[in-house]
């Protein structure tokens, strides 16, 4: 992927705080354009903002759960997927390292404030409850929540109706759990969305209630999971990345998913993973 230089990160968040009335940034210099306008220096990156702070330490460090497609391992135990690699090219573009930390997702928040992650990059769903307690960027990728049951069990449930007598096994603090919750069902919490497919195939729960992208890559045919499937849809919704509230690393992601869309790149890894028909068009 095409690397910018620190010049273009503080030129793009330079105009984004113009854009605000912001009066943190310090310029110390700058050259003017053909037009007449102030090109900024890397000094105008935001005093003690975010930006600032990850570049300074120069990692990072992204909260993740596992979640094929978006990020897994592979054999040789590197972080992959359609999110892992998008968040090591924003790396890249910041001149920064990426590193990858499990976090407890219904914990996401206050690993967060705790700085010891510095963005949730993970297939995250931009409910009201994720955007009031992030700053967040644009959605980047259609979603949708949907119900896993036993194959063989399929053509018993194929309306919202037939699933709410089941017992769901669904990831802590996840769209999954407030879509079943609001269903009527009954539920257990469990870690994350591979365990609940563990749940549904070893007969603990009857049905589990994960994200469309992971269930087209995990389960049915040719998956480790061939005698689950898929059935009832149960909403609609889309993927963003979620910062400290107030970071100025949205801002700034944004410009990268906007130049990485342009040039192709998003696209290609978007398909690398067999996600392109969900991706948003920025």
């Known amino acids: 992927?095409?690397?910018?230089?620190?010049?273009?990160?503080?030129l793009a968040l330079a105009l984004m705080l113009a854009a605000c009335g912001s009066s943190t940034t310090t310029t110390t210099s700058g050259t003017s354009s053909a037009d007449g306008n102030t090109a900024a220096t890397a000094t105008d990156i935001?005093?003690?903002?975010?930006?600032?702070?990850?570049?300074?330490?120069?990692?990072?460090?992204?909260?993740?759960?596992?979640f094929e497609p978006m990020d897994y391992q592979d054999a040789d135990g590197t972080w992959i997927g359609f999110d892992a690699d998008m968040a090591r090219a924003f790396a890249d573009y910041l001149g920064v390292e990426a590193e990858f930390q499990i976090i407890d997702w219904d914990n996401k928040v206050f690993e967060l404030e705790g700085?010891?992650?510095?963005v949730v990059w993970n297939g995250m769903t931009l409910t009201d409850e994720v955007t009031s307690a992030m700053e967040c960027s644009v959605a980047y990728c259609n979603n949708a929540q949907?119900?896993?049951?036993?194959?063989?069990?399929?053509?018993?449930?194929?309306?919202?109706?037939?699933?709410?007598?089941?017992?769901?096994?669904?990831?802590?603090?996840?769209?999954?759990?407030?879509?079943?919750?609001?269903?009527?069902?009954?539920?257990?919490?469990?870690?994350?969305?591979?365990?609940?497919?563990?749940?549904?195939?070893?007969?603990?729960?009857?049905?589990?209630?994960?994200?469309?992208?992971m269930a087209a890559a995990m389960v049915g045919e040719g998956t480790s999971y061939s005698d689950l499937t898929y059935t009832v849809s149960l909403n609609s919704e889309e993927y963003g990345v979620g910062f400290r509230k107030g970071s100025d690393m949205?801002?700034?992601?944004?410009?990268?998913?906007?130049?990485?869309?342009?040039d192709g790149s998003m696209i290609e890894c978007a398909e690398t993973y067999g996600i392109q028909a969900a991706l948003i068009e920025q």
Do not use: H, R, W
């Open 1 to 10: 992927m095409k690397k910018y230089t620190c010049l273009l990160l503080a």
């Open 46 to 66: 935001e005093a003690g903002g975010d930006l600032e702070y990850v570049m300074d330490k120069g990692t990072l460090v992204v909260g993740i759960t596992e």
């Open 115 to 118: 700085k010891t992650i510095d």
């Open 146 to 213: 949907v119900v896993i049951v036993p194959a063989d069990k399929a053509d018993d449930y194929q309306t919202a109706e037939s699933v709410q007598e089941l017992t769901f096994a669904v990831e802590s603090g996840s769209a999954g759990q407030q879509v079943v919750a609001d269903l009527g069902a009954n539920y257990v919490e469990v870690a994350d969305q591979a365990t609940a497919l563990l749940e549904v195939a070893s007969g603990t729960a009857d049905a589990a209630a994960i994200d469309a992208l």
């Open 250 to 262: 949205a801002a700034v992601l944004n410009v990268f998913f906007a130049e990485a869309y342009a």
